[in-house]
């Protein structure tokens, strides 16, 4: 066994006397590739944030290439050689290539100015290296996401890095991207450097990675190899169970679900279109019953939410409410004929980061709440408290600002937020993505219950688990049109990938 | 937040208003103009109410020209409201045809020179519009929704917050609070001079709220804060010429209040 390259030992730290960190322990080999995964709140982030220098610890030792070390600025994490690709791009958009790929590393010249040849040499054989065929003159904001993504990892490259760390790559990215992004990270494995790989995505875990280190709760509680797993293995250590329990329950909490007969038809959106994005979607939705709506990323789920939702303005077609004749041209007027709509982009359109979570849960009720403009606090609280409780939302109290709640619990607030209007039709953008394995089955038995009492639901999700077991019937969208519509029960995954990759039922 | 004078005005969600000064100098030219005129004079009970009502009505105009073009035609606010920083010293100016008007209306200036049960009277009203606005902040429809404006506005608006309204709001009620401040700086001096009312006191207002605590890329409103902010730098000020340091230090010494405030922020944030 090589000396690893990392060895974090018995890390704690805590923030304002609440542990955060217990006891984490974090060893990486040279040129592997390695997993962390661990529920929200286990500590994933409190302990990479220590690695690359943002945090100090507590306590605990860190040895990195054998020697004892103490980084505490990210400057001398990447001094050291741990560069960090993270989730948002911290690049500048509307410059050049060139000029992201050398930022603060920019060759000189003799008389101290930026060597711009050196500069374009360098990006050139990075990017030949990749196999990246773009312009490198033009600014980096002008290319897709992924591109964008993969010169972030061309400029840790560039930097010599001996360990990158990589916090959710492929969130943004489709599966053609995907496989562009592993092979650029076998590529930079095989030529000695080694990858901490974060993903909420098990299939990516056990298709990339070598090693996989499980938190849960503030402690390391499992290292092995993903050769030694299984996929229930991995669950249950995050989870804390046995793989036994979990295999007699299936894998979401939506499954086994009856369809509620003969529900009134709640929404009819027919032939509608907002531009090239969603050209035509037909789709009908009864109360008491979850229609998934399937497709490839790009295939216009998210435009069709936005468009029923009145985000966008229809170019054609027409969506129909159940007793509301009029057109709804914007979400405040689609909230009040009993809509919701939860965002699959948790961060931008979902969280007010400095409000507390109490007045996050209510944003949308709150005009019920008001009487003559005063809201009625002893009545929000209630309800608040109410929610909290059915939900189980863990944060300090109801008035800690939801910026410091995990992804799973400032999710389940959002979902809250949602159902305290009692709506009877609820659009799921993505719900249990970004969050760990056991707020994702919180989250799904929850939807199941909202269903039970009668709302509609439609579920846009690109786990096929979450559909296939979830959803009464899936309607599939290719290229912005809705082109076939799937009952349950009989959908399988095959069925299913079929329709999407060909539009033809199997 | 903006504190002219120690006068609360309403944080613009996330936005900045320069014009906070130049509303001052328009409201402050403008009601001697009315109470000194030929019509007050025969009629000095209506007079005086319409030599506050009008400069009030006309300052929250300024704000609703602010607002519309910041919320409905996606002006940036620090653009938008640069159109009255600049022109609206140059309108007092011409309303008062460049001259310093002097007065006499002990009515009028009781605004700024009286005093009620030992208190000037300036001091009941910043007292009066820090609570009234701290209660609006923290107990109304409209105080919750100017912060969800201000700390995510995409988010606001899929939750159905009507945003557009909320700006304007925001900004009519900013300016027509500047547009008192202005008032009581006139009753103050019995004087009114256009060129020099409320000159840079956006910067003062903006610094006052920093130094308070609120985060100028919205979402934060700490009323109190700002007031301690606002109390804090003025009394420093004071302080420091009575004891006989000159105005340039002073203005260093609150550059480097700012500073201090800030990195404070930045350690309680991070």
């Known amino acids: 066994m090589p000396d690893a390259l990392l060895q974090m030992t018995g890390i704690t730290k805590s923030f304002g006397g609440v542990p955060a960190l217990a006891d984490g322990t974090l060893s990486i080999l040279p040129g592997e590739v390695h997993a962390i995964v661990g529920q929200n709140g286990a500590g994933k982030s409190t302990l990479i944030t220590i690695l690359t220098g943002v945090y100090r610890r507590d306590g605990g030792t860190v040895r990195w290439q054998g020697r004892e070390v103490d980084l505490r600025s990210p400057r001398e994490a990447q001094a050291a050689g741990i560069a960090t690709i993270y989730q948002e791009l911290t690049l500048v958009p509307q410059r050049t290539v060139i000029e992201n790929i050398v930022l603060g590393y920019e060759p000189k010249t003799r008389l101290g100015m930026t060597d711009w040849r050196a500069a374009e040499a360098r990006t050139r054989a990075v990017l030949g290296r990749f196999g990246i065929d773009i312009d490198p003159h033009r600014p980096l904001g002008s290319y897709p996401t992924a591109i964008q993504q993969l010169v972030a990892i061309g400029r840790a490259a560039a930097m010599e890095a001996k360990l990158l760390i990589m916090d959710e790559p492929t969130s943004s990215l489709d599966e053609r991207e995907v496989q562009v992004l592993f092979g650029v990270i076998r590529q930079l494995k095989a030529q000695g450097t080694s990858i901490l790989y974060v993903s909420h995505f098990l299939d990516e875990i056990f298709e990339l990675c070598d090693g996989v280190t499980t938190l849960r709760d503030g402690r390391t509680v499992g290292a092995a190899r993903i050769a030694d797993l299984s996929r229930l293995d991995l669950i249950a250590a995050m989870l804390g169970r046995s793989a036994e329990d979990i295999r007699s329950v299936g894998m979401t909490e939506l499954s086994g679900q009856s369809r509620a007969e003969g529900g009134a038809v709640v929404l009819e959106a027919s032939g509608i279109a907002t531009g090239r994005r969603l050209r035509k979607l037909d789709l009908t939705l009864r109360a008491g019953e979850i229609v998934g709506l399937a497709g490839l990323l790009g295939s216009g789920r998210t435009e069709a939410a936005r468009a029923i939702f009145g985000m966008d303005r229809l170019t054609a077609g027409t969506v129909r409410l159940a007793d509301q004749p009029a057109a709804i041209t914007s979400p405040r007027a689609a909230i009040a004929a009993g809509m919701a709509f939860l965002s699959e982009d948790r961060k931008t359109e979902g969280i007010i980061p400095d409000l507390s979570v109490c007045e996050n849960l209510t944003l949308a009720l709150l005009p019920r709440l008001a009487r003559m403009g005063i809201v009625d606090q002893k009545r929000e609280r209630r309800i608040v408290e109410g929610f909290i409780a059915a939900l189980g939302i863990k944060a300090a109290h109801m008035d800690q600002p939801i910026r410091q709640l995990s992804g799973g619990n400032q999710q389940k607030v959002l979902l809250g937020r949602w159902l305290a209007i009692e709506p009877r039709l609820l659009i799921l953008d993505e719900p249990t993505r970004g969050v760990d394995v056991g707020a994702k089955r919180e989250i799904q038995a929850i939807i199941k219950a909202k269903v039970k009492e009668g709302c509609a639901v439609l579920l846009i999700s690109s786990e096929f688990e979450e559909l296939i077991e979830g959803a009464h019937d899936i309607v599939v969208m290719q290229e912005g049109r809705s082109v076939t519509r799937l009952s349950n029960p009989g959908v399988t995954e095959d069925r299913l990938i079929h329709a999407m990759a060909a539009g033809a039922p199997a | ?270």
């Open chain 2, 1 to 270: 937040m903006r504190w002219p004078q120690g006068h609360p005005h309403d944080p613009p969600p996330g936005g900045i208003d320069l014009s906070v000064g130049s509303v001052m100098a328009v409201a402050g030219a403008l009601a001697p103009i009315i109470f000194l005129s030929d019509w007050a004079t025969a009629n000095p009970g209506l007079g005086l109410a319409a030599s506050i009502a009008v400069p009030l009505l006309v300052a929250a105009l300024c704000g609703l020209f602010n607002g519309v073009l910041i919320a409905l035609l996606g002006v940036q606010p620090i653009i938008a409201t640069l159109i009255f920083f600049i022109s609206g010293r140059g309108i007092a100016q011409v309303l008062t045809n460049g001259n310093l008007q002097t007065f006499t209306n002990p009515d009028f200036t009781w605004l700024g020179t009286g005093r009620l049960l030992g208190l000037p009277v300036q001091g009941w009203i910043a007292l009066a519009l820090t609570i009234t606005i701290a209660l609006v902040v923290r107990r109304s429809l409209y105080g919750r929704y100017l912060l969800s404006v201000g700390g995510n506005e995409r988010a606001a608006t899929l939750a159905g917050v009507p945003v557009a309204r909320v700006k304007i709001t925001t900004y009519v009620i900013a300016a027509t609070l500047a547009g008192l401040a202005g008032m009581i700086v006139v009753a103050q001096n019995s004087a009114s001079d256009a060129a020099r009312i409320g000159q840079l006191m956006e910067l003062d207002a903006i610094a006052a709220a920093v130094v308070g605590g609120a985060a100028l890329s919205g979402g934060r409103a700490p009323i109190f804060g700002a007031l301690l902010g606002a109390v804090f730098i003025q009394l420093m000020g004071y302080t420091l010429i009575a004891n006989g340091i000159s105005d340039e230090m002073t203005l260093i010494v609150t550059a480097a209040i700012i500073v201090l405030a800030v990195w404070l922020q930045r350690g309680a944030r991070a």
